[in-house]
């Protein structure tokens, strides 16, 4: 017997609940209140903000955790365009005196002091704050900011950390630019666009408990990421069902080599979907969407 796909797709779309979305603010609210509470890091420079699938709306049911950024903004990792732009800039650098490392570790330190020992787990790359009937689980990573460069007066603006196991040795991401972009491609489409991320995110979820390993191997932000990069004309429906088979069938098409596809980015539109070290392939990403299609029933 066919699934009824446009029911399905109609409940999948739907973006969290207000429970769900007071839960993660709590979460937000106490990472703040533990930093004004520390006596080291009080008097710091330090943004605390949501981000990834809740800040974005594109969470779904299996997102169970927030992902909360700790941004210090005392020092900044720069990124240059060229030797030339490193020279003039360097003139009138001041060496940093708080280091990355010192931030983490003061961090934690806070951390432990809001919520216990038993609740905060040290990864190498963000602190895992247990949940509560209060708040969401939460990751919770700190970050100095990062500068790209453009010329010896501007930059572009996002985030870095360096992982505890130096693997990658450092991380770079772009939050503001993702949300933005992301806003600006919803309305664009009508709110569709992050409605069909949810859909596809909760298909890939899904698909993956059942033993579909491309699903397995496709993470939520690639996920994302490729709806993206759909044209805003995949979205000219007014039921989902032909709605989603659209935008797979031209993200199947544009996915078969890498000449369709290289110019691809993340949502940020400031790093390369298939380019650099990322944990994703582009024919790993056309599996995925291949085997999307065919569990669907699409023909």
Partial sequence: ???????IFTTWSQGPSATEQERAENAERQIRQAIQASEKLKNRNIKV???GSYRNRVNVRKDSDVDIGVLCFDTYFPEYPDDNVKAQLAESFVPATYEYATFKNELEEALVARFGRVAVTRGSKAFDIKANTYRVESDVAAFFEHRRYTTATSYLSGVEMIPDNFSPPMVRNWPEQHYNNGVSKNDQTSRRYKRVTRILKSLSNEMANNGIKSAKEAPSFLVECLVFNASNSCFNYLSFKPMVRSVLAELFNNTLVDEKCSEWGEVSELKYLFRGSQPWTRSSAHQF????WDYIGYE
């Fill in 1 to 7: 017997m066919s699934r009824d796909w446009e029911s």
């Fill in 289 to 292: 969407l291949s085997d999307a």
């Fill in 49 to 51: 903000f949501t981000q």
